[in-house]
């Protein structure tokens, strides 16, 4: 049956219409060639956001990701604030911290009015609404200090129920 109808029709219109091998089409290179220049256009515009190869290469060493979005602001600690909703929701939203931070950073430096965008509480960021500030809110946003020297560390006022021994001298 092949033959019959390859005897019809050239070499290349038979490729071309039925995709078997012989001379390839060229629609069916560019059908295979296609992903990997959208996958390389989209690598080319992480490295320019990031700001060049090296910086690419110390934001990955940093965050162990490259992603590409539209920064929504910074806050008064020097953390930007990213958004991309081409991700799934959930990895949509991220945060970059301030590189003074070093590895020492963790989700506690997160401002109040950033953590509710973050976790999508609203769809405003404090840049385009400032959130109302009242008079029992505190002025400066604390991180969690624990594990460092300046932890908080409660003291008891009681005596304990159990003592160490002490050897006899």
Same mark, same amino acid.
């Given at each position: &049956?092949?033959?019959?109808?390859?005897? !019809?029709?050239? =070499?290349?219109?038979?490729?071309?219409?039925?995709?078997l091998?012989?001379?390839?089409?060229?629609?069916?290179k560019?059908?295979?060639i296609r992903?990997? @220049?959208?996958?390389?256009?989209?690598?080319? =515009?992480?490295?320019?956001? !990031? $700001?060049?190869?090296?910086?690419?290469?110390? %934001? &990955?060493?940093? @965050? /162990?990701d490259?992603?590409?979005? %539209?920064?929504? $602001?910074?806050?008064?600690? *020097? +953390?930007?604030?990213?958004?991309? +909703?081409k991700y799934?929701?959930?990895?949509n =939203?991220w945060v970059?911290? +301030?590189?003074n931070? *070093?590895?020492?950073? /963790?989700?506690?430096?997160?401002?109040?009015?950033?953590? *509710?965008?973050?976790?999508?509480? %609203?769809?405003?960021?404090p840049?385009? !609404?400032?959130?109302?500030?009242?008079?029992? &809110?505190?002025?400066?946003?604390?991180?969690?200090?624990? *594990?460092?020297k300046?932890?908080y560390?409660?003291?008891?006022?009681?005596?304990?129920k159990?003592?160490?021994?002490?050897?006899?001298?």
């Open positions: &049956m092949w033959r019959i109808v390859a005897d !019809n029709l050239t =070499r290349n219109q038979f490729v071309n219409r039925w995709g091998p012989g001379a390839v089409s060229s629609k069916l560019m059908s295979f992903p990997y @220049t959208e996958v390389f256009k989209s690598l080319r =515009r992480i490295i320019q956001q !990031n $700001g060049g190869v090296m910086s690419s290469v110390k %934001t &990955m060493f940093y @965050t /162990d490259l992603k590409e979005g %539209t920064l929504k $602001g910074t806050d008064r600690y *020097g +953390n930007n604030y990213y958004e991309n +909703n799934f929701i959930g990895r =939203r970059v911290y +301030n590189r931070q *070093g590895f020492c950073y /963790d989700s506690s430096q997160i401002p109040a009015e950033w953590h *509710g965008w973050l976790h999508y509480s %609203t769809d405003e960021t840049v385009d !609404n400032p959130p109302v500030k009242r008079k029992w &809110m505190v002025d400066v946003h604390k991180e969690n200090l624990s *594990g460092t300046e932890c560390v409660p003291y008891s006022t009681t005596r304990p159990i003592e160490s021994w002490q050897p006899p001298q």
